[in-house]
């Protein structure tokens, strides 16, 4: 096991699947990378003619030579350079947006993930410092990956070509002098030792850079927390300025920034340090091949040609370690935000996805049963619901109550399969609802929750749920459900293209809490689906506006079964069936007049001190 954490087997699978990733992100890569591969000839082209010219010089070469040569010398260091700033170009241009194209991996888990994994707050957690992993000194993950991949090439090969004539070093020194071949060897080893005695200093002082990221990644993710998520909100707004926050929000985020600015400072000290061991690394190795290679040249053993080849060469192999060990040990560190990223998308789904299909009913009869349910949210130990049970028939009408935190949406979570029971069974027409083909099961049911949300789309694709639609089905939901007024405004300009909100498009509409209430409403009916629910999306309403809403709803709903889930009591007057939950159990269910005649119950216990609102 290295000092990164992980073996080099790790290492290996973990930056392996990295370029597979990022070649599949950007597909033109890899035959980037094969061009990219003429552009190291650029480095030696120069040393190259640079030997042959002064060797020509030298030797007193004819003038046609010399020219000849010198056109090379130009003519191909132009040719190699356009080439180099083209692939340059090119490679700058995907890079800038490949993190972009990796996020969307991300997104596309968050939308087909189990749904108990976004309620919980370690998994947030995890994908917020992805996002602020990338924002960090050169970018983690997949960035650091990509932008080091082309110089990784380029070195290697540089360090490949230095390499062969180092041995035509050792070759050529030959008798020059006694023990020559021996002081050759020890110099290129004294050369290579120096080199990576100052890596490894740098080595250790990327480490700790590494380890500086790391903790400034969770301030990104608290400042963003406040300019974002908090100040920038309208609600926040008001209690900053009602209760006088701002000395203690702008303290807290004074220290907050300060400690960014600390760590900052901290890890650009590092990055001097690099950049000072680097350099005189370089100077003094370069000064040692200078002198040796002088000798040699003094023993007539090489040209002045080859002095400035073999310097060149060196000097080259010197830069492109250090370089290459550099970030070697860059991709080392970065492994482990590679290995966040990737354990991100592996997250395994937990939920069993059956494959019988749903039974196709032109009657819409179908029967769910709660038998013997128990459940407790991941990680918890107390259970919302227990030994829960509950018949009912479609065309129904069900009204769950209880007080807050009684368990009803958690009652309506297990029945749409957000969740699966911790103990007991859910069955559809007699059949664990596990059996079915989960998108197929999903269909039966629409369900207005309390913390329902519109997006900033189109109305029509709001309603909708999709970028198709039909429009005369949109109109008549949103007449349905008496938004016909609204519509009719609409229509005076974009009609069902209109955008809802501001956030994004200037011509967007704001629309009052009560018409986004009925906009979700009538997107609920639109999918006509055999099940209706409504999860309290009325709750900020007063009790006979709730009512209103809730009557009409039923009337909306027709033959289909209807849920109503409310603490509240106005909505249960009209549903023959009623259930009360209290502390995570059924402990009543009747009819409202059974209910409300049962002295000793809940359920008469809540009527009546909510009774004085539904008097007029």
């Known amino acids: 096991m290295n000092k990164s954490g992980f073996s080099l087997k790790e290492l290996l699978h973990i930056n392996l699947r990295g370029i597979a990733l990022i070649f599949k992100l950007g597909k033109k890569v890899p035959v980037l990378l094969i061009v990219s591969v003429t552009c190291v000839i650029q480095t030696y082209w120069t040393i190259w003619f640079t030997a042959i010219l002064l060797d020509d010089v030298t030797t007193g070469a004819a003038q046609e030579v010399i020219v000849r040569d010198l056109a090379l010398f130009i003519g191909g260091g132009c040719l190699f350079g356009v080439m180099k700033a083209a692939v340059d170009h090119y490679y700058f241009y ?26 919980s707050e ?74 990576l005695l100052g890596m490894r200093q740098v080595n250790k002082l990327q480490k700790e850079l590494f380890e500086i990221n790391n903790d400034i990644i969770p301030c990104f993710r608290e400042a963003g927390y406040y300019v974002s998520d908090y100040l920038e909100r309208e609600a926040s707004g008001k209690s900053i300025r009602l209760f006088h926050q701002q000395p203690l929000i702008w303290e807290h985020m004074k220290e907050l920034f300060q400690k960014m600015g600390r760590l900052q400072a901290k890890g650009f000290k590092k990055w001097v340090g690099i950049d000072s061991i680097t350099g005189g690394v370089k100077n003094a190795v370069l000064c040692i091949i200078y002198f040796y290679l002088g000798i040699l040249a003094l023993k007539g053993v090489l040209t002045a040609g080859d002095v400035f080849l073999y310097a060149g060469s060196l000097a080259v192999f010197t830069n492109s370690f250090s370089l290459w060990v550099s970030m070697l040990t860059q991709l080392a560190g970065n492994t482990k935000y590679l290995k966040e990223y990737f354990d991100f998308l592996d997250i395994p789904n937990k939920k069993y996805e059956g494959v019988l299909p749903i039974e ?141 909100y501001t956030d994004f ?109 539904y008097q007029s």
């Open 505 to 613: 498009d200037g011509e967007g509409v704001d629309i009052s809490g009560g018409e986004a209430q009925k906009v979700a409403i009538a997107r609920a009916l639109y999918h006509d689906t055999p099940f209706e629910i409504l999860d309290e999306p009325t709750a900020a309403l007063d009790p006979l506006a709730e009512y209103d809403v809730y009557s009409k709803f039923d009337d909306l709903v027709g033959t289909k079964t209807a849920v109503y889930i409310s603490h509240r009591l106005s909505s249960c007057q009209f549903c023959n069936d009623i259930i009360v939950i209290d502390d995570g159990k059924v402990v009543q269910h009747g009819c409202h007049e059974d209910l409300a005649a049962d002295t000793e119950g809940l359920y008469y216990r809540l009527w009546n001190a909510q009774a004085q609102y």
């Open 360 to 500: 196709k009913r032109d009657d819409d009869r179908y029967e769910l049963e709660f038998r013997n349910v128990s459940f407790r949210y991941p990680g918890s130990k107390e259970y919302v619901l227990k030994d829960f049970s509950i018949h009912f028939q479609i065309g129904e009408r069900l009204a769950v109550v209880g007080k807050n935190g009684s368990g009803k949406t958690t009652f309506i979570k297990l029945l749409c399969r957000l969740y699966d029971p911790t103990e007991g069974e859910i069955l559809l027409n007699g059949i664990d609802i596990r059996k079915y083909d989960y998108q197929e099961y999903l269909s039966l049911f629409s369900v207005v929750f309390q913390d329902f949300k519109l997006t900033a789309l189109p109305l029509g694709q709001n309603v909708a749920a999709s970028m198709d639609y039909d429009a005369d089905k949109v109109k008549q939901s949103l007449q349905r459900v008496g938004l016909g007024e609204l519509l009719q405004k609409f229509e005076m300009g974009m009609g069902l293209q209109t955008p809802l």
């Open 94 to 119: 995907l890079g800038s947006g490949i993190w972009d194209a990796a996020n969307v991996h991300l997104n596309e888990k968050i939308l087909n993930m189990d749904y108990e994994y976004l309620e």
């Open 122 to 195: 370690n998994v947030h957690n995890k994908r917020r410092d992805l996002d602020e992993m990338s924002h960090t000194d050169g970018g983690g993950g997949i960035n650091m990956l990509y932008w080091n991949l082309m110089s990784l090439v380029w070195e290697t090969i540089d360090i490949v070509i230095a390499v062969v004539y180092m041995v035509q070093i050792i070759v050529k020194s030959g008798n020059a002098f006694q023990g020559s071949q021996f002081y050759s060897i020890g110099f290129i080893l004294f050369t290579i030792v120096l080199t």
